[in-house]
């Protein structure tokens, strides 16, 4: 039946349609990939992790040829998945593995223990040389300025670190016998570096491997800050708490107390005794502070002029030299000494990994028709591209972007449009809006978006639009939203909408609505109060009683009660909610609708679809109806994602057409 | 915020409690049967099992209707009344029905042991938790759902409201028994939806 349906659509818009158009590059390739440099430069690993199997590869940086090359299921089983990997030295890759039953749902992962295993990169092809840590614990990091050597906490009612030699484990196929000793008998105090009395979160070290400070969890709803002395070299050294905070009171934190400071260490400064730390009452890191947690003092670094705060950027002597910034919906290196950015609104580039000396670099580059890359930059040499993050895309897609901005009730709501190359006042194109989920923080960028390429590819126009409530464009237009989702957030998309309508290259009577999750919402609100704009809409997963929503069990009291203030009340505001909910409007319902949920969602109880298909069902309005039943809310599980897509192309493919 | 949330469902703690006086009796499975004559202002209550753990049961208890407003803000605030009823879904899966007095119950707690270890979810008095049931009609209460997935002290443990997601399946196990009570949505908070279905939308 879907063949005969998709051949009546081919031939019916074939002058101007390549059915399907990139579904497989961007949708059918489960594989992902990392990357990590060596201290010295010379060599970096990449991991490349399929459903199938996990195979590391080691390349030589000068020729970035394959230098050695490890196949996790081979050497171990099938189920066996890469959680991180590092390089302890030159010569040593850590890898954190656990069981693939144990990636299921973050619950199983929670509780799994990561199997340490490290590999010889030295050693021969024939007979590779691993080592395993049995013992408990997690590694901390490798040892500074030490060949061999890694820093191991034993994190339990009272927590250690141990310096443990490499040669001295048990290799992974090692036999034990009676001589042999669990990972070499280095679990001894003789090799403790650090003690702390409580269960170790995070550790903070010198930049000479001494330890400095701990994080750690002293009682049940305790976790304090305990800093080392200074020069102490004693491994039995006790730390002194010197600050601690209740995590009830962290969770929850009472409304009168939140205009006080709120400081949480993030990491350690190269200043004894000081850390960088945000303050958990701010509703999102805007600024940065140099705590000294002891002397009660602080000091602020940075203030982020209405972005959060997303990461700190580290000179080579640990001194955090500028943070990490959302403006505008890119990513952006703001400094404190006024360096200028490595970044600009075109492509976005990262460094990701640099050599100890600084000379040899892996960055990552995407830009809106150039799917994510990392290149290497060595020392007077030209940048090598080592891999795309789309294995089966090209370097760059024919498409192009426009972004600009709409007024609406004095707030100027960005949008981004994506056109196909082709598109022009002669050929213009059939439009899709697609208003992205969350709502609240989520937004749309200007870099690469798989959605965007996919639909120029298949000849449409996309527009999305970062309306209020999206993050990366601020405080202010984050909290625009509150309590808006049936209101001033559609008014912005509508409004977005009409003004890219008026394009010469835009085919304005054809334009579909398509969205996920609030997405779907947006997309059958709008597509039920503006008949005359919209052609057709499709919503996946969408919230379709929004008070049904709001009762979800798998949200916890402290998302209830976030969700209570952005959204609404289900108790006050019930009457409110309900006239805004698609469930109790879809009685002016008279575009062509395609209502699509997966069975297994828990985040959008399907019971939202269900009500919508039902009520369309009692009064006999014809819809499309799409059940996944092993779905849950991303429908990221096997070939999920190109059904999706390919329905969703397929239904708006015929209503343009129409 | 919807794609970002993390299951976090069960687990609301752990309650340690003295086992309450149980009624087994009044849980009829896979099948409606009416309450006997001695039961008055009676309702069947339908719930939906999808149990992924082994001797599931819950325990619920009547709600003092007054207590409600006040318990929105407060949630230890609300009273329960008469005795706590413990409902025993060992074995059982898909539609379980169990006759109740009319009220507005609170399921209080659901234990989930872990082999011969007790552990008990607490539902905080959230209205969440709650379900109706009317005399004199089949009541959909809802979706009893726990996760595959578990530790020793931690489960996924969820109520649903899945109304219009079993309608069908309910219409047809009722027309096909002889019990000709109406169908109610047994809903323990406000929820409007039922209504639709009673006036045609067009």
Same mark, same amino acid.
């Given at each position: 039946?879907?063949?005969?349906?998709?051949?009546?659509?081919?031939?019916?818009?074939?002058?101007?349609? /390549?059915?399907?158009?990139?579904? #497989?590059? &961007?949708?059918?390739?489960?594989?992902?990939?990392?990357?990590?440099?060596?201290?010295?430069?010379?060599?970096?690993?990449?991991?490349?992790?399929?459903?199938?199997?996990?195979?590391?590869?080691?390349?030589?940086?000068?020729?970035?040829?394959?230098?050695?090359?490890?196949?996790?299921?081979?050497?171990?089983?099938?189920?066996?998945? &890469?959680?991180? %990997?590092?390089?302890?030295?030159?010569?040593?890759? @850590?890898?954190?593995?656990?069981?693939?039953?144990?990636?299921?749902?973050?619950?199983?992962?929670?509780?799994?223990?990561?199997?340490?295993?490290?590999?010889?990169?030295?050693?021969?092809?024939?007979?590779?040389?691993?080592?395993?840590?049995?013992?408990?614990?997690?590694?901390?990091?490798?040892?500074?300025?030490?060949?061999? *050597?890694?820093?191991?906490?034993?994190?339990?009612?009272?927590?250690?670190?141990?310096?443990?030699?490499?040669?001295?484990?048990?290799?992974? #196929?090692?036999?034990?016998?009676? &001589?042999?000793?669990?990972?070499?008998?280095?679990?001894?105090?003789?090799?403790?570096?650090?003690?702390?009395?409580?269960?170790?979160?995070?550790?903070?070290?010198?930049?000479?491997?001494?330890?400095? *400070?701990?994080?750690?969890?002293?009682?049940?709803?305790?976790?304090?800050?305990?800093?080392?002395?200074?020069?102490?070299?004693?491994?039995?050294?006790? $730390?002194?708490?010197?600050?601690?905070?209740?995590?009830?009171?962290?969770?929850?934190?009472?409304?009168?107390?939140?205009?006080?400071?709120?400081?949480?260490?993030?990491?350690?400064?190269?200043?004894?005794?000081?850390?960088?730390? +945000? #303050?958990?009452?701010?509703?999102?890191?805007?600024?940065?502070?140099?705590?000294?947690?002891?002397?009660?003092?602080?000091?602020?670094?940075?203030?982020?002029?209405?972005?959060?705060?997303?990461?700190?950027?580290?000179?080579? /002597?640990?001194?955090?030299?500028?943070?990490?910034?959302?403006?505008?919906?890119?990513?952006?290196?703001?400094?404190?000494?006024?360096?200028?950015?490595?970044?600009?609104?075109?492509?976005?580039?990262?460094?990701?990994?640099?050599?100890?000396?600084?000379?040899?670099?892996?960055?990552?580059?995407?830009?809106? /028709?150039?799917?994510?890359?990392?290149?290497?930059?060595?020392?007077?040499?030209? $940048?090598?591209?080592?891999?795309?993050?789309?294995?089966?895309?090209?370097?760059?897609?024919?498409?192009?972007?426009?972004?600009?901005?709409?007024?609406?009730?004095?707030?100027?709501?960005?949008?981004?449009?994506?056109?196909?190359?082709?598109?022009?006042?002669? @050929?213009?194109?059939?439009?899709?809006?697609?208003?992205?989920?969350?709502?609240?923080?989520?937004?749309?960028?200007?870099?690469?978006?798989?959605?965007?390429?996919?639909?120029?590819?298949?000849?449409?126009?996309?527009?999305?639009?970062?309306?209020?409530?999206?993050?990366?464009?601020?405080?202010?237009?984050?909290?625009?939203?509150?309590?808006?989702?049936?209101?001033? %957030?559609?008014?912005?998309?509508?409004?977005?909408?009409?003004?890219?309508?008026?394009?010469?290259?835009?085919?304005?009577?054809?334009?579909?609505?398509?969205?996920?999750?609030?997405?779907?919402?947006?997309?059958?609100?709008?597509?039920?109060?503006? $008949?005359?704009?919209?052609?057709?809409?499709?919503?996946?997963?969408?919230?379709?009683?929004?008070?049904?929503?709001?009762?979800?069990?798998?949200?916890?009291?402290?998302?209830?009660?976030?969700?209570?203030?952005? +959204?609404?009340?289900?108790?006050?505001?019930? @009457?409110?909610?309900?006239?805004?909910?698609?469930?109790?409007?879809? /009685?002016?319902?008279?575009? $062509?609708? &395609?209502?699509?949920?997966?069975?297994?969602?828990?985040?959008?109880?399907?019971?939202?679809?269900?009500?919508?298909?039902?009520?369309?069902?009692?009064?006999?309005?014809?819809?499309?109806?799409?059940?996944?039943?092993?779905?849950?809310?991303?429908?990221?599980?096997?070939?999920?994602?190109?059904?999706?897509?390919?329905?969703?192309?397929?239904?708006?493919?015929?209503?343009?057409?129409? | 915020?919807?794609? =970002?949330?993390?299951?976090?469902?069960?687990?609301?703690?752990?309650?340690? =409690?003295?086992?309450?006086?149980?009624?087994?009796?009044?849980?009829?499975?896979? =099948?409606?049967?009416?309450?006997?004559?001695?039961?008055?202002?009676?309702?069947?209550?339908?719930?939906?099992?999808?149990?992924?753990?082994?001797?599931?049961?819950?325990?619920?208890?009547?709600?003092?209707? !007054?207590?409600?407003?006040?318990?929105?803000?407060?949630?230890?605030?609300?009273?329960?009344?008469?005795?706590?009823?413990?409902?025993?879904?060992?074995?059982?899966?898909?539609?379980?029905?169990?006759?109740?007095?009319?009220?507005?119950?609170?399921?209080?707690?659901?234990?989930?042991?872990?082999? !011969?270890?007790?552990?008990?979810?607490?539902?905080?008095?959230?209205?969440?938790?709650?379900?109706?049931?009317?005399?004199?009609?089949?009541?959909?209460?809802?979706?009893?759902?726990?996760?595959?997935?578990?530790?020793?002290?931690?489960?996924?443990?969820?109520?649903?409201?899945?109304?219009?997601?079993?309608? !069908?399946?309910?219409?047809?196990?009722?027309?096909?028994?002889?019990?000709?009570?109406?169908?109610?949505?047994?809903?323990?908070?406000?929820? !409007?939806?039922?209504?639709?279905?009673?006036?045609?939308?067009?």
């Amino acid at each position: 039946m879907k063949i005969i349906i998709l051949g009546m659509i081919l031939a019916s818009v074939a002058s101007n349609v /390549n059915a399907n158009k990139l579904l #497989d590059p &961007l949708f059918a390739d489960p594989s992902t990939q990392s990357v990590r440099l060596s201290p010295d430069g010379e060599r970096y690993v990449v991991a490349e992790m399929r459903p199938e199997k996990t195979t590391m590869r080691v390349y030589q940086s000068a020729s970035q040829t394959v230098n050695k090359q490890y196949d996790l299921a081979r050497l171990f089983d099938e189920n066996t998945v &890469l959680r991180d %990997m590092q390089w302890l030295d030159n010569r040593h890759i @850590a890898t954190m593995l656990l069981d693939k039953v144990q990636t299921k749902t973050a619950l199983a992962e929670s509780n799994a223990q990561l199997k340490l295993i490290i590999f010889d990169i030295e050693s021969s092809d024939a007979d590779p040389v691993m080592y395993q840590v049995s013992t408990p614990g997690y590694l901390v990091d490798g040892a500074p300025d030490e060949q061999g *050597a890694f820093y191991f906490s034993r994190s339990a009612h009272k927590s250690k670190i141990y310096r443990i030699e490499i040669s001295k484990l048990l290799r992974v #196929d090692q036999k034990r016998t009676k &001589l042999t000793r669990v990972d070499g008998g280095q679990f001894v105090e003789s090799n403790v570096i650090a003690n702390a009395d409580g269960y170790a979160l995070r550790w903070f070290f010198q930049k000479s491997g001494q330890p400095a *400070a701990v994080l750690l969890r002293t009682e049940i709803d305790k976790v304090s800050l305990a800093v080392y002395k200074s020069a102490s070299n004693e491994p039995a050294a006790v $730390p002194e708490e010197v600050t601690s905070w209740k995590l009830s009171e962290l969770n929850k934190k009472e409304k009168s107390k939140q205009d006080e400071p709120f400081f949480i260490p993030i990491a350690m400064a190269s200043e004894t005794g000081k850390f960088y730390s +945000v #303050d958990v009452n701010e509703p999102q890191a805007f600024s940065l502070y140099l705590v000294d947690f002891k002397q009660q003092q602080n000091e602020l670094v940075f203030t982020s002029p209405g972005q959060p705060i997303v990461d700190l950027i580290f000179a080579k /002597n640990r001194k955090a030299v500028g943070v990490m910034v959302v403006e505008q919906g890119l990513y952006k290196e703001s400094y404190f000494d006024g360096q200028p950015s490595l970044l600009n609104t075109e492509i976005l580039q990262v460094v990701t990994a640099s050599s100890l000396d600084g000379k040899t670099q892996i960055v990552y580059q995407e830009s809106h /028709n150039q799917p994510g890359r990392y290149v290497l930059h060595q020392d007077k040499k030209a $940048p090598v591209k080592l891999f795309n993050q789309y294995t089966r895309l090209p370097d760059s897609l024919p498409s192009r972007q426009v972004v600009g901005t709409v007024k609406v009730d004095e707030f100027d709501i960005p949008y981004i449009l994506t056109l196909p190359q082709s598109a022009s006042k002669s @050929a213009p194109v059939p439009l899709i809006v697609m208003p992205h989920g969350g709502p609240f923080d989520v937004y749309d960028s200007s870099y690469f978006s798989a959605d965007a390429q996919f639909f120029a590819a298949n000849n449409f126009a996309l527009l999305r639009v970062n309306f209020r409530g999206s993050g990366g464009y601020g405080l202010q237009h984050k909290e625009a939203g509150k309590k808006q989702w049936g209101d001033k %957030m559609l008014l912005d998309i509508l409004s977005a909408t009409q003004l890219v309508q008026q394009r010469a290259d835009i085919r304005s009577s054809q334009t579909c609505l398509v969205g996920m999750s609030y997405g779907g919402y947006a997309a059958l609100m709008l597509g039920i109060q503006h $008949p005359k704009i919209f052609t057709c809409a499709a919503s996946v997963a969408g919230v379709t009683d929004i008070n049904l929503f709001i009762k979800s069990p798998y949200l916890s009291p402290e998302q209830q009660e976030w969700i209570t203030e952005h +959204v609404g009340d289900s108790n006050s505001d019930y @009457a409110k909610l309900k006239s805004i909910s698609p469930v109790y409007n879809i /009685n002016r319902l008279s575009i $062509p609708l &395609l209502l699509i949920h997966g069975a297994k969602d828990q985040v959008v109880n399907v019971e939202n679809g269900f009500r919508i298909k039902r009520l369309l069902e009692q009064a006999k309005i014809p819809f499309e109806w799409r059940l996944y039943p092993e779905a849950g809310h991303d429908f990221s599980e096997d070939d999920q994602l190109v059904r999706l897509y390919t329905d969703i192309l397929t239904f708006v493919q015929q209503h343009v057409s129409n | 915020m919807l794609r =970002s949330y993390i299951l976090i469902a069960g687990a609301l703690g752990m309650l340690i =409690s003295p086992m309450l006086n149980a009624q087994s009796t009044w849980l009829t499975r896979n =099948s409606l049967t009416l309450p006997t004559n001695k039961q008055k202002d009676y309702g069947i209550g339908v719930i939906f099992v999808e149990l992924n753990q082994h001797n599931v049961s819950a325990i619920v208890q009547r709600v003092d209707e !007054d207590s409600v407003a006040k318990s929105i803000t407060n949630k230890d605030a609300l009273d329960l009344e008469g005795k706590p009823i413990k409902l025993d879904f060992t074995g059982t899966t898909g539609f379980v029905t169990v006759n109740l007095p009319e009220g507005l119950y609170q399921i209080t707690q659901v234990d989930v042991p872990h082999f !011969d270890l007790p552990f008990k979810v607490s539902t905080d008095n959230s209205d969440i938790w709650r379900f109706r049931v009317k005399p004199g009609h089949i009541n959909y209460l809802g979706l009893l759902e726990v996760g595959a997935v578990r530790a020793k002290d931690n489960v996924n443990v969820a109520w649903l409201n899945r109304f219009a997601t079993h309608l !069908d399946e309910l219409l047809a196990a009722i027309n096909a028994s002889t019990i000709e009570w109406p169908l109610a949505h047994g809903v323990g908070y406000q929820d !409007d939806f039922s209504l639709l279905l009673e006036q045609p939308i067009k």
